[in-house]
């Protein structure tokens, strides 16, 4: 197995099989532990009913599967649920690293919005992630381990009729994918897998704050999950005042890959844009983002802001109702999903260990 994952959870199932036969065991183990840990969501090795004690034993004494357990959950009226989850001690200051996931329940779809790294090494100016200490990324087995937890946590499976079944994951928890790409992608294709979920990868996004490098490796590599940009600004002064990495790779930039992933994959890319009041809603922000809707095949997924940074305003439903209609008018395919979890600090941008 390789150096980055020194255990049997967030290994490839390639990467099991020849790990068993490294131990002397048959290959087809591999396959096994792979089922037990993706599609059955073990929480431990006594789950591997199919193995011999012996050899659970030896695993265990390898620690070989490490747990990520979950250690508060609140759930909001709207049906949605966050779960805080401890991923180890930071060595630095002996705090544990907790991270979140949120169980996202909303027009039919169960989505589990999953967080990449602990905190965030980005400052958009409008996210309360970007407040916390950055405690590092996390390991591909953590990023799955949170779609499994909340599974667990929630008695969902995937089975077609279950009413709680996992419709839909997004890398849109704490973090910025792009900055942990390989364990974000792993993570990713675990999901995918069939002997895992086999979530379809039209079902599961990954949400960049705008990472141009990242954005081009995953359209070179013809990665077939969707992929979503925080734009948040259409002009590239007013985007660098709310999003600090606007200064690391500007907006043209931006909108340069975005438009190579889109002509690459034949997919629409999605933008997110958090509506704030004085910001980013005027007219002529309005006529910015339309021109930018009209030259990249994509849709727009309007966000109302979450949180009091700065003591900038929540837009009223009608000043959202009215740059909605705005750019619809112009037959820019925009939505407004509402705010699912904000009683409970697990709506987007409110991830920082409260509520
Ligand atoms: N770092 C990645 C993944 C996080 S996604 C990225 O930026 O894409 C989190 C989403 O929540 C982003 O689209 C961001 O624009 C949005 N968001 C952040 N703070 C918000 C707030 N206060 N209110 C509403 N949406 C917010």
């Given at each position: 197995?390789?150096e980055?994952?020194?255990i049997?959870?967030g290994?490839?199932?390639?990467?099991?099989?020849?790990?068993?036969?490294?131990?002397?065991?048959?290959?087809?183990?591999?396959?096994?532990?792979?089922?037990?840990?993706?599609?059955?969501?073990?929480?431990?090795?006594?789950?591997?009913?199919?193995?011999?004690?012996?050899?659970?034993?030896?695993?265990?004494?390898?620690?070989?599967?490490p747990?990520?357990?979950?250690?508060?959950?609140?759930?909001?009226?709207?049906?949605?649920?966050?779960?805080?989850?401890?991923a180890?001690?930071?060595?630095?200051?002996?705090?544990?690293?907790?991270?979140?996931?949120?169980?996202?329940?909303?027009?039919?779809?169960?989505?589990?919005?999953?967080?990449?790294?602990?905190?965030?090494?980005?400052?958009?100016?409008?996210?309360?992630?970007?407040?916390?200490?950055?405690?590092?990324n996390?390991?591909?087995?953590?990023?799955?381990?949170?779609?499994?937890?909340?599974?667990?946590?929630?008695?969902?499976?995937?089975?077609?009729?279950?009413?709680?079944?996992?419709?839909?994951?997004?890398?849109?928890?704490?973090?910025?994918?792009?900055y942990?790409?390989?364990?974000?992608?792993?993570?990713?294709?675990?999901?995918?897998?069939?002997?895992?979920?086999?979530?379809?990868?039209?079902?599961?996004?990954?949400?960049?704050?705008?990472?141009?490098?990242?954005?081009?490796?995953?359209?070179s590599?013809?990665?077939?999950?969707?992929?979503?940009?925080?734009?948040?600004?259409?002009?590239?002064?007013?985007?660098?005042d709310?999003?600090?990495?606007?200064?690391?790779?500007?907006?043209?930039?931006?909108?340069?890959?975005?438009?190579?992933y889109?002509?690459?994959?034949?997919?629409?890319?999605?933008?997110e844009?958090?509506?704030?009041?004085?910001?980013?809603?005027?007219?002529e922000?309005?006529?910015?983002?339309?021109?930018?809707?009209?030259s990249?095949?994509?849709?727009?997924?309007?966000?109302?802001?979450?949180?009091?940074?700065?003591?900038?305003?929540?837009?009223?439903?009608?000043e959202?109702?009215?740059?909605?209609?705005?750019?619809?008018?112009?037959?820019?395919?925009?939505?407004?999903?509402?705010?699912?979890?904000?009683?409970?600090?697990?709506?987007?941008?409110?991830?920082?260990?409260?509520?």
């Amino acid at each position: 197995m390789s150096e980055e994952t020194p255990i049997l959870k967030g290994a490839l199932l390639e990467e099991l099989t020849e790990f068993f036969k490294s131990i002397g065991e048959p290959g087809y183990r591999g396959k096994q532990a792979f089922i037990r840990i993706n599609r059955f969501q073990a929480r431990t090795l006594s789950e591997f009913t199919e193995f011999p004690l012996a050899l659970r034993e030896k695993l265990e004494a390898m620690g070989a599967f490490p747990d990520l357990p979950i250690i508060q959950t609140s759930k909001d009226a709207d049906g949605t649920e966050k779960a805080v989850f401890a991923a180890g001690t930071d060595r630095r200051d002996e705090e544990t690293k907790k991270i979140e996931a949120v169980w996202i329940v909303s027009e039919g779809r169960r989505t589990a919005c999953i967080s990449s790294q602990v905190g965030c090494t980005l400052n958009c100016a409008f996210c309360a992630t970007g407040t916390m200490k950055f405690r590092g990324n996390l390991k591909a087995w953590q990023i799955v381990d949170q779609v499994y937890g909340l599974m667990r946590h929630r008695g969902s499976s995937m089975a077609a009729d279950d009413p709680e079944r996992l419709t839909n994951v997004v890398f849109m928890g704490m973090g910025e994918p792009f900055y942990n790409y390989d364990q974000a992608l792993r993570a990713a294709h675990l999901l995918h897998n069939p002997h895992g979920l086999n979530l379809g990868a039209r079902h599961i996004t990954i949400s960049t704050a705008g990472v141009v490098p990242g954005i081009e490796r995953f359209t070179s590599e013809g990665q077939p999950f969707n992929l979503a940009i925080s734009l948040n600004h259409p002009d590239p002064e007013g985007r660098r005042d709310i999003m600090d990495i606007t200064d690391r790779f500007s907006l043209p930039d931006l909108l340069a890959a975005v438009r190579a992933y889109t002509k690459a994959s034949g997919k629409p890319v999605m933008f997110e844009f958090v509506m704030i009041p004085d910001k980013n809603m005027g007219k002529e922000n309005v006529e910015k983002l339309v021109a930018i809707a009209k030259s990249v095949n994509c849709k727009i997924n309007l966000i109302p802001l979450n949180t009091n940074l700065h003591n900038w305003r929540r837009p009223t439903d009608e000043e959202m109702v009215e740059f909605q209609n705005a750019l619809r008018q112009e037959g820019i395919l925009a939505f407004n999903r509402g705010s699912p979890g904000r009683r409970v600090g697990g709506a987007c941008g409110m991830l920082a260990l409260t509520g």
